[in-house]
Nanobody
């Protein structure tokens, strides 16, 4: 069974930090591009970041550049998204996904997690 499971979401105050994890089961992440996406109420799904299969290449949307860091540990079959200096605009359900193309376009990804809620509020 192929699964991706996100964890680490929660409620945090503006300016705070969270670290999201994306764990794979049923397959190994070594050969996949991993992307992070988010969807806020009433908004379209937004590509946040992606990382190459080796971890050498990363991409960030302008809205999170300088605040978020994506990383991966292929030996542990886990990908992380470190989120710093969070603002209320970051509130959304965050999803990780695995695909074959280095992109933050949703249609390039074939495996998706169920999402984890991130709420930034005072």
């Amino acid at each position: 069974q192929v699964q991706l499971v996100e964890s680490g979401g929660g409620l945090v105050q503006p300016g705070g930090s969270l670290r999201l994890s994306c764990a794979a089961s049923g397959f190994t992440l070594d050969y996949y591009i991993i992307g992070w996406f988010r969807q806020a109420p009433g908004k379209e799904r937004e590509g946040v970041s992606c990382i190459s299969s080796s971890g050498d290449g990363t991409f960030y949307a302008d809205s999170v550049k300088g605040r978020f860091t994506i990383s991966r540990d292929n030996a542990k079959n886990v990908v992380y998204l470190q989120m710093n200096r969070l603002t209320p605009e970051d509130t959304a359900v965050y999803y990780c996904a695995a695909g074959d193309n280095y992109s933050v376009l949703s249609w390039h990804y074939r495996y998706w997690g169920q999402g984890t809620q991130v709420t930034v509020s005072s």
